[in-house]
């Protein structure tokens, strides 16, 4: 059971206490996205305690220079950086004269709701200002989920102790900065502000890129439910723009004021006229109104709830965990624009600059893969597709020839932004993750299209990769790769990573005999992907070939495990059992040495093999080698927990399963981790979701067909989740004694079930008992 900072609740992540000494963790918790955008929970009105400022706009970067101790060839110049954007969210309030500030006020209560179901974010209080007036506040806003360039806040104060004067000031400013900038730099010039009427805008751009973000605003009075009297001023500085009503009011009175916010920018319109267009966006906004436009942006969460729900019954905290998960990541993306894609902390924070890591294919694919068209995971392939060229010149930097490509480790728009050796040079297992990303999108979707027109391209510059990368040991008398960091980053610089050479040598198959399938599907398209990539068929298919069979994987043949690496036994081996609790997590209490030194693992690695091939391995073998890693394994990345829960259910192990789904699925809402503060750990929300549908659920595609072996936590009456295969949908219901599956679609579906095949026609039910 956790100890929750949050009511449990299906649907709601709800605060009731002001605690400052934990405002930046709740501005994180409370963030809202829509794809386009995101926006942490700041306060509306003036807060002069700890707060964390965050807007972030999608596409938009800026090239933070590097800083790194001691250069080596190869760096990258910048870090790419989400920049915190031009900030809308601030309403400036005023009652005779002093601003509210909740640092400053007696808070009497405090609320906090995030409705998942909506995406709707509202925060109450009462509080006693330095004066003794009494405001109860009541803040309402979403970020549009049907038309992401826009967002809505409806702020309403009661005012009660007397009456005066009061003011309510919405605002605007591109005064912003970042504290993640590694020079103390500000990342936005030719700041502008003008106002036209109503309107106000705000324009910045992006240091370096020149990217341009126009942030406008309309706002609409009401005293006591009906339009305010008095005119509003607007004024503007450079830097900002202000539109403030001052009204007298009585005790008791209620004002309020709903601010039409538009973001539009550079990377989605062009430069000219951006600022008058957001404008126009921010004015339609106000003229649809805030129930109009609420009504909209439901429907819009309606739909994916429909699509991606995972209803839990018996257990409130795991159900509120997955939910939040999924909700997040839909806030995050949405999957229209393959420009676009996941950064580890989505909008909700600056760590990891909001950049691209393997996270996106190794974990938080698959989530899009199965609750959304086939359209959204395509897209996140063609990501990388269009990134070829710049991994291609990228391992050109490395000393690789011949169209060898190495995707970046962290990226923007396709260069390498990570600059420490250990990961830049050698955490080369990514390219792998990106391989089998497209061999799960094709046996899910079926578009074999897609390796045609672009996989096949990206699969032969992998193989030229890891030809190349690797060489041949006299000694060994087989291929090995030296000098690698596998997924388990307490370890550098070592040889033979099980996990890294058993990619490698499965992506050389699979490029071996896609293009063997290829060839006999089709010649003209076999050839015309052999033109485009220059491709020695004689040659290089067959140093292909050689090398898979050849390569060299670690094992330990009296422990019937695959090595991590070379040498792995020649460590102390310790169990986690071992550790004093008072120095976990390593990471923050022992140095850098003696953590490489130790047998201790950060994440799954020789387990995140078994995880991708576990069809290749017995169960037996999968048990000794979980039986083996798991004991060793901190989990001190917040990635690690769902693969193991994954593994854990596949041993019928269901109550390791269910502690590790927890620790997944809640990191952040209980911070396990205890840096809530930077952001959500959005990327491995997906892998909660993992521990549910192929942990739990046991979901695997296997030769065309999809297959469940479902088991049940004792905590958990029932549950049920929805997937897609060939973009078909299909509900799958487990309770204690049976697993009811629907086919929602208009399509028949092959589906296994604890072994039992059947071909489940459209709008067809099945029930098969446990096993
Ligand atoms: C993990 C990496 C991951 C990164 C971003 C690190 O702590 O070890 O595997 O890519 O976080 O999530």
């Known amino acids: 059971m956790t100890d929750s900072r949050f009511q449990s609740d299906e649907w709601k992540i709800i605060e009731t206490q002001f605690e400052p000494e934990r405002g930046r963790d709740s501005e994180s918790i409370f963030a809202l996205g829509n794809g386009m955008m995101g ?58 004269g002093e601003e509210l500030d909740l640092a400053r006020c007696k808070v009497k209560s405090f609320r906090r709701e995030l409705d998942m179901k909506e995406g709707v974010l509202t925060r109450t209080f009462t509080a006693m200002m330095p004066s003794g007036r009494i405001v109860d506040v009541r803040a309402k806003r979403f970020l549009s989920m049907s038309e992401p360039e826009r967002a809505v806040i409806r702020y309403s104060m009661r005012i009660t102790g007397g009456s005066g004067t009061a003011e309510i000031t919405p605002w605007l400013s591109t005064d ?3 504290e993640d900038a590694n020079y103390d730099e500000k990342f936005w010039e030719n700041e502008s502000a003008i106002f036209l009427g109503t309107r106000a805008v705000v324009t910045a751009q992006t240091r370096k890129t020149a990217f341009v973000v126009a942030t406008a605003m309309e706002n609409t009075f009401y005293v006591n439910g009906k339009p305010a ?38 990377f989605n319109h062009p430069v000219e006229g951006l600022a008058k267009k957001a404008m126009t966006v921010a004015g339609a906004a106000a003229s649809e109104g805030f129930d109009a436009m609420l009504r909209d942006h439901i429907q819009v969460w309606a739909k994916k709830w429909e699509h991606g729900d995972i209803v839990i019954k018996g257990d409130i905290v795991a159900q509120q965990g ?19 894609n996941i950064g580890p902390k989505g909008f909700t924070g600056e760590k990891y600059g909001g950049s691209t890591y393997w996270d996106t294919e190794a974990f938080v694919f698959p989530f899009y893969l199965s609750t959304a068209d086939s359209h959204v995971a395509r897209n996140l392939l063609l990501y990388r597709y269009k990134h070829l060229g710049k991994a291609i010149e990228n391992a050109q930097k490395l000393g690789l020839t011949g169209g060898a490509a190495l995707y970046p480790m962290v990226t923007m728009n396709g260069e390498e932004c990570h600059n420490e050796w250990e990961i830049t040079f050698e955490e080369i297992h990514r390219n792998g993750a990106i391989a089998y990303a497209i061999y799960n999108y094709i ?3 079926g578009d074999q299209d897609y390796l045609t027109e672009y996989g096949l391209e990206v699969l032969i510059a992998l193989s030229r990769f890891w030809a190349q990368r690797c060489n041949w040991s006299q000694e060994k008398n087989q291929y090995v790769i030296l000098g690698v960091t596998g997924p388990n980053e307490y370890e550098n610089n070592v040889h033979n990573n099980w996990y890294t050479n058993t990619l490698a040598r499965w992506t050389l198959k699979y490029t071996s005999d896609s293009l063997a399938w290829l060839r006999s599907a089709s010649e003209i398209k076999y050839n015309s992907v052999v033109a485009r990539t220059h491709l020695d068929i004689q040659c290089e298919l ?20 695959f090595l991590q690496q070379d040498g792995f036994m020649d460590k102390v081996q310790q169990t986690v059992k071992d550790l004093d609790p008072a120095e976990r997590p390593l990471n923050q209490h022992w140095s850098w040495d003696r953590i490489l030194r130790s047998v201790f693992i950060k994440q799954a690695d020789v387990l995140q093999g078994i995880y991708f091939f576990e069809d290749e391995f017995d169960e037996d073998t999968i048990r000794r080698n979980f039986d083996f890693y798991e004991p060793r394994c901190v989990h001190e990345s917040s990635l690690s927990a769902s693969i193991h829960s994954v593994l854990a259910a596949r041993l019928h192990d269901t109550e390791r399963a269910y502690t590790l789904y927890l620790r997944t699925a809640r990191l952040d809402l209980d911070d396990y981790n205890m840096e809530v503060r930077d952001g959500l750990h959005i990327t491995s929300m997906a892998g909660a979701w993992l521990a549910i549908v192929e942990g739990f659920g046991g979901m ?24 897609r295969y060939r973009n078909n949908p299909l509900r799958v219901e487990v309770n204690g004694s049976a697993v009811n599956v629907v086919n929602l679609s208009q399509e028949a579906i092959p589906l296994e079930v604890y072994g039992e095949r059947i071909t489940l026609q459209p709008g067809e039910e099945k029930k098969f008992g446990k096993s």
């Not at 958990?716 to 997937?723: E, R, V």
């Open 39 to 96: 926006q942490r929970a700041n306060f509306e009105e003036t807060y002069s305690g700890d707060t964390l400022p965050g807007t972030y706009v999608a596409g938009i970067y800026y090239p933070d220079k590097t800083v790194v101790g001691w250069w080596k060839n190869g760096y990258p110049e910048y870090f790419a950086k989400v920049p915190n954007a031009p900030s809308w969210s601030g309403i400036i309030v005023r009652i005779d």
């Open 176 to 178: 912003v900065h970042n």
């Open 229 to 266: 009297k008095s005119k509003p001023v607007l004024t503007v500085t450079d830097k900002t723009a202000h539109c403030s009503i001052t009204s007298k009011y009585t005790d008791g009175d209620t004002l309020e004021v709903t601010k039409y916010v538009a973001v539009l920018s550079s």
């Open 322 to 340: 997955i939910r939040f998960n999924i909700f997040q990541l839909n806030q995050t993306y949405t999957g229209d624009d393959p420009r676009l």
């Open 443 to 445: 046996r899910h979707t």
């Open 542 to 561: 067959s140093l292909w070939k050689e090398i898979a069979n050849n390569i060299y994987l670690p094992v330990h043949h009296d422990l019937g495990i």
């Open 700 to 723: 695997r595609i296997y030769n065309e067909r999809v297959c469940f072996n479902p088991l049940i936590p004792a905590a958990w009456s029932s549950y049920s989740f929805i997937i």
